[in-house]
Protein backbone atom coordinates (compact mmCIF):
# COMPACT_ATOMS: atom_id res chain seq x y z
CA UNK A 1 0.00 0.00 0.00
CA UNK A 2 1.37 3.29 -0.88
CA UNK A 3 0.99 5.96 1.62
CA UNK A 4 -0.64 9.37 1.07
CA UNK A 5 1.92 11.77 0.12
CA UNK A 6 2.01 15.27 2.37
CA UNK A 7 4.18 18.28 0.36
CA UNK A 8 3.88 20.85 2.65
CA UNK A 9 4.87 18.14 5.51
CA UNK A 10 8.18 17.48 3.87
CA UNK A 11 8.88 20.81 2.42
CA UNK A 12 8.38 22.03 6.19
CA UNK A 13 11.02 18.86 7.54
CA UNK A 14 13.64 20.07 4.37
CA UNK A 15 13.33 24.06 5.47
CA UNK A 16 13.66 23.44 9.45
CA UNK A 17 16.06 21.12 8.94
CA UNK A 18 18.05 23.05 6.58
CA UNK A 19 17.73 25.85 8.92
CA UNK A 20 19.21 24.11 11.98
CA UNK A 21 22.12 23.26 9.85
CA UNK A 22 22.96 26.26 8.51
CA UNK A 23 22.43 28.34 12.00
CA UNK A 24 24.97 25.71 14.02
CA UNK A 25 26.91 26.23 10.75
CA UNK A 26 26.90 30.07 11.39
CA UNK A 27 27.43 30.10 14.99
CA UNK A 28 30.69 28.58 14.50
CA UNK A 29 32.91 30.60 12.40
CA UNK A 30 31.81 33.54 15.05
CA UNK A 31 34.28 34.81 17.63
CA UNK A 32 32.71 34.55 20.82
CA UNK A 33 34.00 37.78 22.52
CA UNK A 34 35.66 37.36 26.52
CA UNK A 35 33.48 40.53 27.95
CA UNK A 36 30.63 40.26 29.34
CA UNK A 37 29.28 44.06 28.84
CA UNK A 38 32.41 46.03 27.81
CA UNK A 39 33.65 45.72 23.68
CA UNK A 40 37.31 45.56 23.44
CA UNK A 41 38.25 48.80 22.60
CA UNK A 42 36.78 49.44 26.50
CA UNK A 43 38.61 46.33 27.53
CA UNK A 44 41.90 47.51 26.17
CA UNK A 45 41.39 51.22 27.49
CA UNK A 46 40.16 50.36 31.23
CA UNK A 47 43.57 47.93 31.39
CA UNK A 48 45.72 51.04 30.64
CA UNK A 49 43.74 52.83 33.42
CA UNK A 50 44.31 50.15 36.15
CA UNK A 51 48.25 49.78 34.68
CA UNK A 52 48.41 53.60 35.47
CA UNK A 53 47.17 53.50 39.09
CA UNK A 54 48.57 50.28 39.88
CA UNK A 55 51.42 50.13 37.52
CA UNK A 56 53.39 46.57 37.27
CA UNK A 57 56.68 46.64 38.85
CA UNK A 58 57.90 44.28 41.47
CA UNK A 59 54.18 42.88 41.24
CA UNK A 60 52.12 42.35 38.62
CA UNK A 61 49.74 45.73 38.58
CA UNK A 62 46.23 45.72 38.29
CA UNK A 63 45.62 44.59 34.26
CA UNK A 64 47.71 41.67 35.02
CA UNK A 65 46.23 40.80 38.29
CA UNK A 66 42.85 40.52 36.44
CA UNK A 67 40.98 44.67 37.23
CA UNK A 68 39.27 44.41 33.85
CA UNK A 69 38.01 41.08 34.37
CA UNK A 70 36.70 42.05 37.87
CA UNK A 71 34.97 45.63 36.05
CA UNK A 72 33.53 43.75 33.50
CA UNK A 73 32.20 41.02 36.00
CA UNK A 74 30.42 43.54 38.54
CA UNK A 75 29.01 46.16 35.22
CA UNK A 76 27.40 42.77 33.92
CA UNK A 77 26.03 42.40 38.02
CA UNK A 78 26.35 44.50 41.04
CA UNK A 79 27.61 47.35 39.22
CA UNK A 80 24.76 46.76 36.44
CA UNK A 81 23.74 50.62 36.94
CA UNK A 82 27.42 52.00 36.37
CA UNK A 83 27.36 50.52 32.51
CA UNK A 84 26.83 53.84 31.27
CA UNK A 85 29.26 55.53 33.25
CA UNK A 86 31.60 53.36 32.00
CA UNK A 87 30.57 53.28 28.56
CA UNK A 88 31.27 57.22 28.34
CA UNK A 89 34.12 57.92 30.66
CA UNK A 90 36.01 55.32 29.02
CA UNK A 91 35.37 56.73 25.30
CA UNK A 92 35.65 60.36 27.02
CA UNK A 93 39.57 59.19 27.85
CA UNK A 94 40.16 57.70 24.34
CA UNK A 95 38.23 60.73 23.10
CA UNK A 96 40.90 63.29 25.10
CA UNK A 97 43.96 60.76 24.09
CA UNK A 98 42.87 61.27 20.63
CA UNK A 99 42.31 65.19 20.82
CA UNK A 100 45.56 65.39 22.40
CA UNK A 101 48.02 62.75 21.25
CA UNK A 102 46.34 61.29 17.94
CA UNK A 103 46.33 57.70 19.19
CA UNK A 104 43.83 55.77 21.35
CA UNK A 105 44.69 56.05 25.11
CA UNK A 106 45.58 52.24 25.54
CA UNK A 107 48.42 53.13 22.29
CA UNK A 108 50.07 56.33 24.15
CA UNK A 109 53.17 55.78 26.02
CA UNK A 110 52.95 55.87 30.04
CA UNK A 111 54.39 59.67 30.42
CA UNK A 112 51.17 60.13 27.88
CA UNK A 113 49.13 58.57 29.55
CA UNK A 114 49.61 60.10 32.80
CA UNK A 115 49.08 63.16 31.39
CA UNK A 116 45.53 62.31 30.19
CA UNK A 117 44.55 61.09 33.23
CA UNK A 118 45.74 64.40 34.95
CA UNK A 119 43.72 66.57 32.92
CA UNK A 120 40.52 64.14 33.24
CA UNK A 121 41.24 64.23 37.28
CA UNK A 122 41.12 67.76 37.07
CA UNK A 123 37.93 67.84 34.63
CA UNK A 124 34.35 68.05 36.55
CA UNK A 125 32.82 66.05 34.10
CA UNK A 126 35.20 63.86 34.23
CA UNK A 127 36.24 63.76 37.67
CA UNK A 128 33.61 61.43 38.99
CA UNK A 129 34.34 58.68 36.61
CA UNK A 130 37.89 58.92 37.62
CA UNK A 131 37.11 58.43 41.16
CA UNK A 132 34.65 55.60 40.21
CA UNK A 133 37.60 53.44 38.18
CA UNK A 134 40.37 54.62 40.58
CA UNK A 135 38.05 52.99 43.45
CA UNK A 136 37.59 49.86 41.81
CA UNK A 137 40.60 49.12 40.53
CA UNK A 138 41.34 49.10 44.12
CA UNK A 139 38.66 46.78 44.93
CA UNK A 140 39.71 44.34 42.39
CA UNK A 141 43.30 44.69 43.10
CA UNK A 142 43.22 44.40 47.21
CA UNK A 143 39.79 42.01 46.94
CA UNK A 144 38.89 38.55 47.34
CA UNK A 145 39.87 36.96 44.06
CA UNK A 146 36.81 35.20 43.66
CA UNK A 147 35.14 38.90 42.44
CA UNK A 148 37.44 38.54 39.69
CA UNK A 149 39.98 40.70 40.42
CA UNK A 150 43.35 40.31 42.70
CA UNK A 151 44.48 37.08 40.25
CA UNK A 152 46.86 34.29 42.20
CA UNK A 153 46.47 37.08 44.93
CA UNK A 154 48.95 39.75 43.78
CA UNK A 155 47.27 42.78 45.79
CA UNK A 156 47.61 40.78 48.90
CA UNK A 157 51.38 39.82 48.36
CA UNK A 158 52.29 43.18 47.43
CA UNK A 159 51.06 44.16 51.06
CA UNK A 160 52.76 41.11 52.69
CA UNK A 161 49.38 39.29 53.61
CA UNK A 162 49.74 36.02 53.97
CA UNK A 163 46.33 34.88 52.79
CA UNK A 164 44.78 31.33 53.21
CA UNK A 165 41.72 31.48 50.51
CA UNK A 166 38.33 30.44 52.60
CA UNK A 167 36.28 28.82 49.60
CA UNK A 168 32.34 29.47 50.58
CA UNK A 169 29.70 31.08 48.24
CA UNK A 170 30.67 32.42 45.04
Known sequence: MDQPRNPRRRKFLRAATSAAAGGTLMSCGAAK???RTLS????????????RIIPPEEFPGAAAAGA???LDRQLAGHFKKLRT????GLAGVDR??????GAPFAKLTAGQQDQVLQALEKQ???RAFFAMIVSHT???????PRHGGNRDGAGWRSIGYDSTIVRGRQ
Open 33 to 35: SPW
Open 40 to 51: ALEAATAAAICD
Open 68 to 70: VEY
Open 85 to 88: AYTR
Open 96 to 101: DAQALF
Open 124 to 126: DSS
Open 138 to 144: MQSYYGD
